[in-house]
């Protein structure tokens, strides 16, 4: 069985004939799904995404893949500065505090995979959306299982080897982060999403997880 269709209002074409290359996950940080859906469908609000799971693992789509949804808002993953008409967005219905429930991860990942295979959009392009505005938004929150979805290729994961060269900053820039930012939100939000909890200066480990990234995907010049 597909989404449950569930409209909203708020979206409009993706500017410049673009086609998605990237996916955008979010948490809704309010209280239920069903707040999180009427919010996303509601005119006066202007944000939306294309689709909602709930933490049961249903799947409600709210805009058609071929429109532009208002999920991302400002910021920017390598090169593209309108996320949104690059982008499909995925909101997970959390508080940002709460694990994932296993039927929710369960069904993002079947969700993932059919947006990935269709799109021909590579795991690397599955983002958080505290990649693309570190300096805003902090989701899906450091409670989100990344390594599972890596483990899936729905994702990537550092895997560090050899000695390291560079700086972190540079480093984080080749992978995709290239939002403009203090480097201090750099680190926390690279941090939010490979090493949930770490805390204090940057160490080698960071240098080293990065610098790993950066060789193995780094971001689309377009």
């Not at 959390?94 to 969700?111: C, D, K, R, V």
Request: with cysteine; proline share 9%; glycine share 8%.
């Amino acid at each position: 069985m597909g989404p449950a269709w569930h409209p909203s209002p708020n979206f409009g074409p993706r500017r410049k004939g673009a086609r998605p290359d990237l996916v955008v996950l979010h948490h809704t940080a309010m209280k239920s799904c069903a707040a999180a859906r009427d919010r996303l469908c509601c005119p006066e609000a202007e944000v939306s995404a294309h689709y909602l799971i709930s933490e049961t693992g249903d799947v409600i789509q709210m805009v058609e893949e071929v429109q532009r949804a208002w999920h991302a808002g400002t910021g920017r993953w390598g090169a593209v500065d309108d996320v949104n008409s690059r982008s499909i967005g995925i909101e997970l219905a959390n508080t940002g505090a709460h694990p994932y429930p296993a039927p929710q991860m369960a069904a993002l990942e079947i969700l993932l995979g059919d947006i990935l295979d269709r799109h021909a959009i590579p795991p690397e392009r599955v983002i958080a959306h505290s990649d693309m505005a570190p300096d805003r938004k902090n989701d899906p929150g450091p409670r989100f299982d990344w390594a599972r979805l890596a483990r899936a290729d729905l994702s990537v994961w550092p895997a560090p080897q050899g000695a390291v060269t560079g700086t972190f900053e540079a480093h984080a820039r080749t992978f995709g982060y290239t939002a403009e930012t203090e480097p201090d939100s750099l680190l926390a939000a690279f941090r939010l999403r490979f090493r949930p909890g770490k805390a204090g200066p940057q160490d080698d480990v960071d240098l080293a997880l990065i610098a790993d990234l950066a060789k193995r995907f780094p971001v689309r010049e377009d």
